[in-house]
């Protein structure tokens, strides 16, 4: 439906969640490396850009600061970044902080951070695939894997009405589901704990004394969440 459009830009959005504490990493998941020359949230945006997305990201405030500073000002050109003081409010706060700065409300990518690995394929069957009034997400031998794609419907629930739920699992009930079959394992594979980043074969081999030693050691290099 979108996927081969010349003005897929102003129709369809995509939020990025990255506005949790990382506490099982120990590290903000969203400057991870995904290899030598990418963070996770780079990997990430740059796979929405090459189908003429913009994302949007919505990223603890706590990681745009001091340390992060400089991760985060490569990210501004490329994307547009909104700060969550209340990470302790969950991921349905955080997409509904996304969903407010919409500029187009046909269809949103919901894309979490922990899922740095994405192919322009399984974007592009979604897209063709696009239930309107609901959620279109992608399969793989009978396991629903990331990203979703949701339609206004859906959009207009959680931005109106994110109060009334408790998560986002209780949103999806309300409404249609298409599942696209895809073939790709990538849609099923999250990345939360030290084990399973350092599994990943495209980390970068420099981890192993700098990030990785954080990762491990104990060093806590998170500071507390400031509240706005």
């Avoid at 995904?34 to 963070?39: G, P, Q, S, V, W």
């Avoid at 919409?102 to 192919?119: C, G, M, R, S, W």
């Avoid at 897209?127 to 396991?143: A, C, M, V, Y």
């Avoid at 207009?156 to 699992?169: C, F, G, P, V």
């Amino acid at each position: 439906m979108f996927a081969d459009s010349s003005i897929i830009k102003n129709r369809i959005s995509t939020i990025i969640l990255a506005g949790g504490h990382s506490s099982r990493m120990n590290y903000p998941k969203a400057w991870l490396m995904y290899n030598n020359k990418e963070t996770f949230l780079e990997s990430i945006i740059n796979i929405y850009i090459k189908v003429g997305i913009k994302p949007i990201v919505v990223l603890n405030e706590v990681f745009t600061n001091n340390q992060w500073k400089p991760f985060l000002e490569r990210m501004l050109e490329k994307a547009i970044v909104i700060k969550n003081y209340h990470p302790e409010k969950g991921r349905l706060y955080s997409l509904a902080l996304g969903l407010s700065e919409l500029k187009t409300e046909e269809a949103t990518f919901i894309h979490n951070i922990d899922q740095p690995f994405i192919e322009l394929e399984v974007l592009n069957e979604l897209l063709n695939s696009f239930e309107p009034n609901g959620i279109t997400l992608p399969s793989i031998n009978g396991k629903n894997g990331h990203p979703v794609l949701i339609g206004k419907p859906v959009i207009d629930e959680i931005k109106n009405h994110y109060s009334e739920h408790q998560t986002l699992r209780d949103v999806w009930k309300i409404f249609p589901k298409r599942k696209v079959e895809v073939n790709s394992e990538n849609v099923l594979t999250n990345i939360n704990t030290i084990e399973e980043y350092e599994s990943l074969p495209q980390r970068p081999e420099y981890s192993g004394r700098g990030l990785m030693a954080n990762l491990t050691r104990g060093h806590d290099p998170l500071p507390k969440t400031k509240l706005k």
